[in-house]
């Protein structure tokens, strides 16, 4: 059973969502082929200058992506993700070219680089959560030389083989997240930034803010679904809906403050400095934990009927709910609690 939400509401006073954008006519949201995905992201990615928005147009742009198909939003979110990365070394992207940006180094697993005559590079290694693989036509990937050091690299990887077998769960496949072997040679020429540029840039940290934004995006997406689930809600069902909406507009202030924070820079009463780290940290947790509340309360909310008819419903809590287990709740913990950082 397919429910149709009404048409977009602001959901929050505080924290009005952007409304989601038009997907092509008959998209077959939850099993679309490649072509009918290139189309669709080529689409909702047109009409802007991805790598010269500001922080906060960035983050309503994301907003907006999360809130109208969440595993298109995680694929959209990594093309932006690559060009900007690619401005900020001064570089071009290829004209036309869908972008991601593989990076994952999940189970010791990565790609090592060993310099060959003439200035070329012999890669191998396995990607893992390499999403978009069979449908990108190229990845911004940092490979690893032997000294520890690493290079970042636009890479061609339309024809790279990808094993799709070790994706066990329902959860985002329409991301087409895989598995990537990578055994060729490139050219010094597809090197983009310096040595360890990816890690070291000032836009690293920063850059999980729009992750982050996409997941609230799509938090307000499985809102819309719910809503549509419940127009007239039992007092119980209203309490839930109510939390929801809190949560919502928690996750959304978050991330906006945080992108305004981004786009005024350095204080120079301050002495000019910020814990970017510290900083994108602290987005990233508070907008996790304010999702993944939302989430559990989407659960009680659909019940088994709307988790297992609802199509929507169905797709939506746990693509969302895989999407932002990117991010490690103990790990970001333990880092926001170091004392040097109490400031």
Not at 106 to 115: H, K
Not at 231 to 252: H, T, Y
Request: charged residues 20%; neutral net charge; hydrophobic residues 40%.
């Amino acid at each position: 059973m397919t429910r149709t939400p009404p048409e977009p509401a602001l959901l929050t006073q505080t924290q009005p969502i952007p409304a989601p954008a038009g997907l092509p006519a008959g998209y077959p949201r939850h099993a679309p082929d490649v072509s009918q995905q290139r189309d669709a992201l080529q689409r909702l990615l047109a009409g802007r200058a991805w790598s010269a928005r500001s922080w906060s147009e960035l983050i309503e742009d994301l907003l907006g992506l999360g809130r109208t198909d969440i595993p298109l939003a995680r694929l959209a979110e990594g093309h932006v993700d690559a060009l900007r990365i690619l401005a900020q070394a001064d570089r071009r992207p290829h004209p036309r070219a869908l972008y991601g940006v593989w990076a994952s180094r999940s189970q010791q697993t990565g790609i090592r680089a060993v310099p060959e005559l003439g200035g070329r590079l012999r890669l191998e290694g396995v990607l893992r959560f390499a999403s978009g693989a069979g449908l990108l036509d190229r990845a911004l990937v940092p490979v690893w030389l032997d000294d520890g050091k690493h290079l970042l690299l636009d890479l061609d990887v339309a024809g790279l083989p990808v094993d799709a077998g070790g994706w066990h769960t329902g959860a985002m496949t329409a991301s087409r997240t895989h598995q990537v072997r990578v055994d060729v040679d490139v050219s010094a020429d597809d090197q983009v930034g310096d040595v360890d540029f990816y890690l070291q840039r000032p836009g690293f940290f920063p850059g999980g803010v729009g992750v982050a934004a996409c997941w609230v995006g799509g938090a307000a997406r499985v809102l819309d679904l719910v809503h549509a689930l419940h127009p007239q809600p039992s007092p119980a069902q209203q309490i839930r809906l109510g939390r929801m909406r809190i949560d919502l507009s928690v996750a959304a202030a978050t991330v906006r403050s945080t992108a305004a924070l981004l786009d005024r820079g350095p204080d120079p009463r301050a002495g000019g400095e910020v814990d970017w780290h510290a900083l994108s940290t602290e987005a990233r947790a508070g907008a996790a934990e304010a999702v993944r509340r939302l989430i559990g309360d989407s659960r009680l909310l659909s019940g088994p009927a709307g988790l297992a008819m609802d199509e929507g419903l169905a797709h939506a809590v746990p693509d969302l709910e895989l999407y932002v287990l990117q991010q490690n709740s103990d790990g970001d913990a333990f880092a926001l609690g170091d004392p040097r950082r109490r400031r």
